[in-house]
């Protein structure tokens, strides 16, 4: 019985472990897309760039 209560009591501190994991993930993507945007941005102006020479 003693087992038990003592791997009963170290589930709460799983949870709170599966909690930190889920915010670590959500925030390393949503840096990771950020960058991934503001790459896109960049590679799509200087696009716009050339074609502005071209219409000159």
Known sequence: MDE???TFAFIPILVILL???VIIFVFYFMVKVLLN???I???LK???EKLDQKED
Do not use: C, N, R, V
Request: glycine content about 6%; aromatic content about 26%; charged content about 25%.
């Open 4 to 6: 038990f209560l003592t």
């Open 19 to 21: 909690y930190f994991a």
């Open 37 to 39: 945007q503001k790459e």
């Open 41 to 43: 941005k960049g590679f």
């Open 46 to 48: 200087d696009i716009s």
